[in-house]
């Protein structure tokens, strides 16, 4: 489990505060996914997770250790995907050498199997790959050292459609009850269909808050995520698209469970239109 207990952090004495007696709680077995604008906390959140940045005030927990200590054997639990890095220029082989024997639970077998799925050789240079290829190399070893903890910062950007469904597939094929996801990124469409809960942030009041905080059978269980000709009369937000208006309405017994709009849901809570706290109640802020 990470807790963040009343944290408040900025980044320098002159900047405004990024977050204040800030409160979160993230369970372990799920993929999350974790949304906001530019300016919302998300990378600052994913640091402050793996005890690169420190909080002014409140504490940062990952398994009841305190993330600021850094201590090896929290280090082993946790792994960071940021969305700019280098790799180092030498063999992947080499790479794995090196790297792998600071993660006790790294399986050579689950790293060849993501990179054959990734369509890349494990007979290969790292100088020599674009970008994304990097990337997918960097996934491919993030999931083969098995921590408990992976945190990936927009891990699709610079990949292609083929790509991004490969990514798709490897993060549901590598994911277990005891391994926590969390996907920070703009990028609703690409990770849709992998979360298990939906962390939405915004911060157009100055620090950041938390307006959505779900779990995505209890949106699906409580909302219809529907596109007509015209918007229901109970819909708590539409907007119109060229098939007709999507639309977010409560779901009424007798209707069929349909499938989450993560893109409609970003719009909708980002217009304060309602809001979903952490114990997945509904906050009307229209009435």
């Known amino acids: 489990m990470i807790q963040l207990k009343d944290v408040t952090f900025r980044y320098a004495s002159d ?10 709680e993230l369970q372990a077995g799920r993929i999350y996914g974790l949304l906001g604008p530019n300016g919302s906390g998300k990378s600052t959140l994913i640091y402050l997770f793996m005890g690169l940045l420190h909080p002014l005030t409140g504490q940062v927990t990952v398994d009841g250790k305190d993330a600021s200590r850094r201590q090896q054997s929290l280090l082993q639990e946790l792994y960071i995907v940021p969305e700019e890095f280098e790799l180092p220029s030498m063999t992947l082989a080499d790479y794995v050498t090196i790297y792998s024997p600071f993660y006790p639970r790294f399986s050579r077998d689950v790293f060849n199997q993501c990179l054959q799925e ?5 007979s290969l ?9 990097k990337k997918k190399v960097l996934i491919a070893f993030a999931l083969a050292c098995g921590t408990r903890y992976l945190l990936m910062d927009e891990p699709t950007n610079g990949l292609d459609i ?4 490969q990514f798709r597939k490897v993060i549901a094929m590598n994911m277990t009850d005891e391994r926590t996801i969390i996907i920070a990124t703009h990028q609703v469409h690409d990770v849709e269909q992998l979360l298990d809960h939906v962390l939405i942030l915004s911060n157009d009041g100055g620090t950041s808050e938390v307006l959505c905080d ?28 060229p ?16 499938p989450m709009n993560l893109e409609l849901l970003y719009a909708a809570v980002q217009s304060r239109k309602f809001i979903v706290n952490s114990g997945n109640k509904l906050t009307d802020t229209n009435k």
């Open 118 to 122: 990734f369509g890349l050789p494990a």
């Open 243 to 258: 098939n007709g208006y999507a639309a977010i309405a409560p779901r009424r017994p007798d209707d069929e469970e349909t």
């Open 15 to 24: 900047q405004p505060n990024v977050f204040e007696e800030f409160n979160l």
């Open 125 to 133: 240079h790292i100088s020599r790959l674009s970008m994304g290829q």
């Open 214 to 241: 779900a779990m995505v059978p209890h949106l699906t269980e409580h909302f219809s995520f529907t596109c007509e000709a015209e918007p229901p009369a109970e819909a708590l937000y539409s907007e119109r698209t």
């Open 162 to 165: 083929q790509s991004k469904k």
